[in-house]
C-alpha cells in the first residue's frame, strides 16, 4: 500500500514538475504563433490597400478581404490569454472600419489614403511608443470623421408583420448622443443629450406625458420619431430583420442631421 502510494506521489512531482518546466515554453510558443499570424495578417491588409489603391481589385474583394481578417484576428485573441493585444484590437478595429468605409465603393476612395498612412507609419501598433494607440493616429480620427457619430454600428430594421424600414443607431455610451429617425425618409437625427436642446424636450416631455410633436419636422416634411429596440415604430410587431448598414454611406448620403 505504501509502495503504491509512494509511485503516484513520485509521479505526480514528476508530472507537476513538467508542466512548470514546460508552461512558460509553450506561452512563449503560443505568443510568437500569435504574433506571426498577426504580422502576417497586418501585411495581408497592407497588400490589400496596395491591390485596390491600384485598382487590382475591387472595393468588394478588398471588403470581403477585410471581414475575414477580422473574423481570424477576432478568433486569435480570443484564444489566445497571455499575449498583449493592444495591437490585435487595432488591427481589428482598422480592418472593421475600412470593410465598412469600402463596403458601398464610394467614388473618391477616401479612406484608402489614411489606411495606407496609418499602415506605414507602423499602427495598429505606433513603433514610436509602445503605449500609445491607433485611437490617437491622425489618419484614424480622419477616417471615423467620415461616417456616423455612433461607435457600435448601425442596422437597418424591416418589420416582417407591416414591411415598416427604420435604421437603428447603436451607441456605445461615450457619444453623449441619442438620436430618433424620419418616419418618411429615414433619416436620423442625432440629439446632445447633454446640450440645452435636450434639457428642453425633456422638460416639455415631462409637462406632456410624452414626446409626440417635440422634436422639430424633417426637411422632407416628416416626423422625426424615437424607436425601441426590438420593436417595429409602426405596428409594435417583434418579428424583424436586421441588416448591418454601413455608416460611412449613410454620412456621404447625408442621411443625417444634429439637433
Ligand atoms: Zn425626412
Ligand atoms: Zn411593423
Known amino acids: 500500500m505504501f509502495s503504491l502510494w509512494g509511485i503516484a506521489g513520485a509521479l505526480l512531482l514528476i508530472a507537476l514538475l513538467l508542466v512548470i518546466q514546460i508552461n512558460p515554453q509553450r506561452r ?8 506571426n499570424v498577426y504580422v502576417f495578417n497586418k501585411e495581408r491588409l497592407a497588400a490589400a490597400v496596395t491591390s485596390l489603391q491600384r485598382k487590382e481589385i475591387s ?23 497571455q499575449y498583449d493585444k493592444q495591437e490585435a484590437y487595432d488591427l481589428f478595429n482598422l480592418a472593421g472600419e475600412l ?23 507602423g499602427a495598429p501598433r505606433m513603433q514610436l511608443d509602445a503605449n500609445r494607440k491607433m485611437a490617437e493616429a491622425k489618419d484614424w480620427v480622419a477616417l471615423r470623421r467620415r461616417r456616423l457619430p455612433i461607435e457600435e454600428g448601425l442596422s437597418e430594421v424591416r418589420c416582417k408583420a407591416c414591411g415598416f424600414e427604420h435604421p437603428e443607431a447603436h451607441f456605445n455610451g461615450f457619444e453623449d448622443l441619442t438620436s430618433a429617425f424620419c418616419g418618411s425618409c429615414q433619416k436620423i437625427l442625432f ?39 426590438g420593436t417595429c415604430p409602426k405596428c409594435g410587431g417583434k418579428d424583424l430583420e436586421t441588416k448591418k448598414a454601413s455608416r460611412y454611406e449613410w454620412f456621404e448620403k447625408g442621411r443625417y442631421k444634429m439637433l
Open 28 to 35: 512563449r510558443k503560443r505568443a510568437d504563433r500569435f504574433r
Open 59 to 81: 472595393t468588394a474583394q478588398f471588403s470581403q478581404t477585410c471581414a475575414e481578417l477580422r473574423a481570424l484576428v477576432r478568433k486569435l485573441s480570443l484564444e489566445d490569454k
Open 99 to 121: 470593410e465598412e468605409a469600402s463596403s458601398y465603393d464610394p467614388q473618391d476612395l477616401f479612406f484608402l489614403s489614411h489606411a495606407a498612412a496609418l499602415l506605414q507609419s
Open 191 to 229: 440629439i446632445e443629450i447633454h446640450g440645452e436642446r435636450w434639457k428642453q424636450i425633456k422638460a416639455q416631455e415631462k409637462g406632456q406625458g410624452s414626446l409626440d410633436g417635440l422634436l422639430p419636422p424633417c426637411d422632407c416634411g416628416g416626423a422625426f420619431l424615437f424607436s425601441m429596440p
